[in-house]
């Protein structure tokens, strides 16, 4: 996995609450046997006018023009900005390939799903949990510097190690994360190889666990 | 007092028992006594193991069976009978590796295929005090046994195949407590859908729920199941129920489940998992089973519910802005307005099926609704897909099937099925359907269709009106 430490990026602003995973990334592409492909699918069903399936290429797609990731100012975003519960419902990873494939390192919200925020640290996708007022002022600042028109663009500095997020004026808002989420997003750990390298203590927990629940090994 | 007194919840002596070590990183390492696989999330599992030159460490443990993406029609042509040739990839994939690895499968032609959180607790793979994991986030419904049961990602199904253990951090405790009794054509799946009306569908995020009290104990294990199956939609990765007379009666005798003087000590060690008297929970609700009457989801997401008698509220009835926007949104999608009476909702066709509710006693009160009864003109289509191989079997033994055919319902094979509209089954765009399943997201089953969760019961009342109809007029 790819390590994860600072990054500077353009933001795009998703304002939904509850974004699942079906819409991260819809059913018919995960038929898909590979872990990559995924990317021209992300939020597929509101990308596009017409229906998605693998067989069609995205130049054959009828583009929702609506939709804040097909506007101009919004290409080659690399943060996401969206509200609470992002990510809820299907234990899909396919969701975070998707968003890591189409070019989002970070994306941050309110509060995520449990299963998808784990699956974002298993891949070096950034989940970064602001309180709602934090939220809140940035939507509300993208929408006055859209407004503005004159081609500003809504830029944050993500930086784990110090635990903080910079906005354009300069001013920094800190965040918790876990240390243990921390450690293996900086270190891009491989946590098979690390679980891996505890054989003898896994070995030695299979015996114990055979002698008191000896049906589980039958 | 002595403090030698312990004041565990059930999740604690579950985690407990598994606890294997820790990384440096801090995540706690647990063991996993099994491993439920499907074709879907596993591919890419396999292909990483295979790449990395590492072998499944305890294949025994390993269960596999395709149920997303197989047709529910044609089932003797096996594989065969699978025409978009991108599923028939996946599922032969499956068998690929399972045979390459030595892994057991039902597939496709097994009686015992089906979906795969239907048939683990069937075959009594799921038993008590088991860490149970599977790349699907309704393995919650496994936790039914007082297993500890959770949906994983594909990284980490290939991390529980190459380790046998998961990495992660300890949840919360929350306990959810009902009581009372459930009046007549109430279920277990209008219940949860009650308790996540009430938390919403993050209120258990980052918890393991207990559910308990009376109205609980007196479930039987198929709705004992249903209720931990949408666990998930009230955010929590696993639910779960503590073991009793109930529980022991439906292992007992399952293919898996242990046998003789190994029974015997099983189930006095499985009596201890109940959370200890003094046991303190980082989160409490409690609920009055009475009080409900039979529930129908009206929105996008699974929190969006409402009693059949009530009228489909207004964005402006709800707190946060957030759920505003979520209500607006949903009212929009599904064709609705506030203050309309959910009865005279028109419908275009009904899913009896899925995880929550495929199983034989859900078949039994969809068919006594229906029985010597037609489905409405206006139904295009009502599908039963029976969640297993074994269930369908036991349905016909019981003659099911004849009462659903001859009443205008179609009977199908096993599998997911319009749950999740993978296969063929599904919705066109604005077609609205009643279903027994447990996700009514946008384009859950198929693009812009529109679903309305209920339990069995109800499902089967409106194919007969063609309209979403209180099932208690037909009990
Ligand atoms: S029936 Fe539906 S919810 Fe259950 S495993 Fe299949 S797709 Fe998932």
Not at chain 1, 139 to 150: A, N, Y
Not at chain 2, 138 to 163: K, P, R, Y
Request: with cysteine; hydrophobic share 35%.
């Amino acid at each position: 996995m790819k390590a994860f430490s600072k990054m500077t990026g353009r933001v795009a602003p998703l304002d939904r609450a509850n974004v699942d995973t079906d819409q991260i990334i819809p059913k018919q592409f995960l038929k898909s046997i590979k872990r990559t492909g995924f990317g021209d699918n992300l939020f597929d069903a509101w990308r596009f006018l017409d229906e998605g399936s693998m067989e069609k290429s995205p130049n054959e797609r009828q583009i929702n023009f609506n939709f804040v990731l097909n506007q101009e100012r919004y290409q080659g975003t690399s943060i996401l900005l969206t509200r609470s519960n992002f990510g809820c419902g299907s234990s899909r990873e396919h969701a975070v390939w998707a968003l890591l494939e189409y070019g989002f390192e970070c994306v941050i919200a309110p509060s995520f799903a449990d299963i998808f925020y784990n699956n974002c640290f298993k891949n070096g996708l950034l989940p970064i949990v602001l309180e709602e007022k934090y939220i809140e002022e940035m939507f509300t600042e993208m929408k006055r510097i859209e407004s503005l028109g004159d081609g500003q663009v809504y830029s944050l500095m993500v930086d784990l190690p110090g635990q903080c997020v910079t906005k354009p004026d300069g001013s920094p808002i800190s965040f918790e994360i876990k240390p243990d989420n921390k450690t293996t997003m900086l270190e891009g750990l491989d946590e098979i190889g690390t679980t891996l390298r505890m054989q003898p203590a896994i070995k030695a927990f299979e015996k114990r666990h055979k002698a008191a629940q000896p049906w589980l090994f039958s | 007092m002595s403090k030698v007194l312990s004041n565990k919840t059930l999740y604690d002596k579950i985690w407990d028992a598994h606890l294997v070590g820790q990384h440096d990183s801090g995540h706690s390492v647990l063991y996993i006594d099994r491993h439920l696989l499907h074709e879907v999330t596993s591919p890419q599992a396999f292909e990483g193991l295979v790449q990395a030159g590492r072998r499944p460490w305890r294949l025994e443990c390993n269960i596999a069976t395709p149920d997303h993406n197989v047709p529910t029609v044609d089932r003797q042509s096996g594989l065969q009978g699978i025409e978009d040739p991108i599923s028939k990839l996946q599922v032969v994939t499956l068998d690929d590796n399972c045979k390459t690895f030595g892994i057991e499968q039902f597939d496709i032609n097994d009686i015992r295929q089906g979906i795969v959180h239907v048939v683990g607790p069937e075959q009594g793979l799921t038993l008590p005090g088991m860490t149970v994991v599977c790349g699907d986030s309704h393995t919650s419904t496994h936790g039914a046994f007082g297993a500890l049961a959770q949906g994983i990602g594909t990284s980490e199904v290939e991390h529980v195949l190459a380790t046998q253990c998961l990495v992660q951090s300890k949840s919360k405790n929350m306990r959810i407590f009902i009581d009372g009794q459930l009046g007549k054509g109430v279920y277990a799946k209008d219940l949860i859908m009650a308790v996540i009306r009430q938390t919403g569908t993050a209120g258990g995020t980052g918890c393991t729920i207990e559910f308990c009290g009376s109205a609980i104990e007196a479930l039987s294990m198929e709705a004992r199941m249903t209720v931990c199956n949408m666990a998930i939609e009230a955010g929590a990765r696993a639910g779960l129920i503590a073991v009793d007379e109930v529980t022991l009666n439906y292992v007992k005798n399952r293919p898996y489940a242990p046998k003789g003087e190994q029974w015997n000590q099983a189930v006095s060690y499985w009596q201890s998992l109940v959370s200890d008297p003094g046991a303190s929970f980082d989160q409490e609700i409690t609920l009055n089973a009475s009080e409900l009457e039979p529930q129908v989801s009206w929105g996008t997401s699974p929190e969006l519910v409402m009693g059949i008698s009530e009228k489909i509220p207004e964005p402006g009835d709800f707190s946060s802005p957030d759920k505003q926007e979520l209500a607006a949104h949903s009212l929009a999608y599904m064709g609705l307005s506030a203050g309309q009476s959910i009865s005279e909702v028109s419908l275009d066709r009904v899913f009896i099926g899925s995880c929550t509710n495929a199983r034989i006693e859900d078949l039994r009160v969809a068919a006594e609704v229906v029985k010597g009864q037609q489905t409405s003109k206006q139904i295009k289509q009502a599908l039963i897909v029976p969640g297993s191989g074994l269930v369908r079997q036991q349905a016909e033994a019981e003659g099911l099937h004849e009462i659903f055919k001859a009443a205008g319902f179609e009977w199908r094979d096993p599998g997911c099925s319009m749950c999740l509209a993978m296969n063929d089954d599904r919705l066109l765009p604005k077609e609205r359907s009643v279903s027994t399943s447990n996700r009514n997201f946008e384009g859950r089953q198929g693009h812009l269709g529109r679903t309305h969760l209920v339990s069995p019961a109800m499902a089967a009342a409106s194919a007969l009106t063609g309209k979403i109809t209180d099932p208690r007029k037909y009990l």
